[in-house]
């Protein structure tokens, strides 16, 4: 795949997304998190099991992420916070990828950059067990956008500021549709990575499987 910008055809930047982009964590990994967000909720906030639910859900339609409105709310440090919410070696056993992940990333022309609202602890430990850290040029988590996540636009300002990229020359690649119409509005392109039929008007492309990117 090769952008345009100005009468001139290059190659993109990628920007990926993590969960349930390059991995499947749908169907063992959120869950266990958000029981984990669970768990420290009732220990440091005195919390009953029910309570603790539904106030992780209010946040998280409210702010985006849990953590915002833990911090914001009960002053919550938010280092203590992921690393007891995270705890990646438990979660490493159930990790589900493409295994032809790493060769099509090797094989995709263009800079690739991972920008994920998980902490960076967590996503260092996945795409290091998955072996494809080193196709990336620069990983993003929730601490590098000063713990403000997608579909914030402020936060995807940040992680184009800091690696002074033009939104123009970058392909945004997310399961998320509310990212990617992020994405768009900033003037990336877009890939969904799905199985639906449907085609958003914010959305560029629709793939079913991360190695179909290289048919683009």
């Given at each position: 795949m090769?952008?345009?910008?100005?009468g001139?055809?290059?190659?993109?930047?990628?920007?990926?997304?993590?969960?349930?982009?390059?991995?499947?964590?749908?169907?063992?990994?959120?869950?266990f998190?958000?029981?984990?967000?669970?768990?420290?909720?009732?220990?440091?906030l005195?919390?009953?099991a029910?309570?603790?639910?539904?106030?992780?859900?209010?946040?998280?339609?409210?702010?985006?992420?849990?953590?915002?409105?833990?911090?914001?709310?009960?002053?919550?440090?938010?280092?203590?916070?992921?690393?007891?919410?995270?705890?990646?070696?438990?979660?490493?056993?159930?990790?589900?990828?493409?295994?032809?992940?790493?060769?099509?990333?090797r094989r995709?022309?263009?800079?690739?950059?991972?920008?994920?609202?998980?902490?960076?602890?967590?996503?260092?430990?996945?795409?290091e067990?998955?072996?494809?850290?080193?196709?990336?040029?620069?990983?993003?988590?929730?601490?590098?956008?000063?713990?403000?996540?997608?579909?914030?636009?402020?936060?995807?300002?940040?992680?184009?500021?800091?690696?002074?990229?033009?939104?123009?020359?970058?392909?945004?690649?997310?399961d998320?549709?509310p990212?990617?119409?992020?994405?768009?509005?900033l003037?990336?392109k877009?890939v969904?990575?799905?199985?639906?039929?449907?085609?958003?008007?914010?959305?560029?492309?629709?793939?079913g499987?991360?190695?179909d990117?290289?048919?683009?």
């Open positions: 090769y952008i345009e910008v100005y001139l055809l290059t190659e993109p930047i990628w920007i990926f997304d993590l969960d349930d982009t390059l991995h499947n964590a749908s169907r063992r990994i959120f869950p998190i958000s029981a984990q967000m669970n768990r420290y909720m009732e220990e440091q005195g919390l009953d029910e309570t603790a639910r539904q106030l992780r859900i209010r946040y998280w339609h409210r702010y985006g992420a849990t953590l915002k409105g833990l911090t914001l709310h009960h002053g919550v440090e938010a280092a203590h916070f992921l690393r007891e919410t995270h705890p990646v070696s438990e979660m490493l056993p159930w990790l589900e990828w493409e295994k032809s992940l790493a060769d099509t990333l995709l022309p263009g800079k690739k950059v991972l920008f994920s609202n998980g902490p960076i602890h967590y996503v260092d430990a996945l795409t067990h998955m072996r494809i850290s080193r196709h990336f040029h620069a990983r993003y988590g929730m601490e590098s956008v000063r713990l403000l996540p997608k579909p914030a636009l402020r936060s995807f300002r940040r992680v184009l500021s800091k690696e002074g990229l033009n939104p123009a020359h970058c392909v945004m690649v997310e998320s549709l990212n990617l119409a992020a994405a768009k509005r003037g990336m877009t969904w990575l799905s199985t639906q039929c449907r085609l958003p008007a914010y959305v560029d492309h629709r793939i499987k991360i190695r990117l290289l048919r683009l």
